[in-house]
């Protein structure tokens, strides 16, 4: 109970922005970095792989 009640007061959430606007489904690979302040002890990031972006337009929408 402890360890989970201090990992969620020293949590920070990170917004992602991809530069690649294609809305083809592909898997993105994506890579999170911590560098710690000069002093402090070694930090953990708990990060994903990747994400699938979002798909293309489906037939229906395409109006086919």
Known sequence: CEQVAHDIRNQYILAYYPTNTRRDGTFRTI???????????????????????????TSAAAGN
């Open 31 to 57: 890579q999170v970095e911590v560098i710690p302040p000069r002093g402090r002890g070694k930090l953990m990031a708990r990060t994903r792989n990747g994400y699938y972006a979002p798909g293309g337009p």
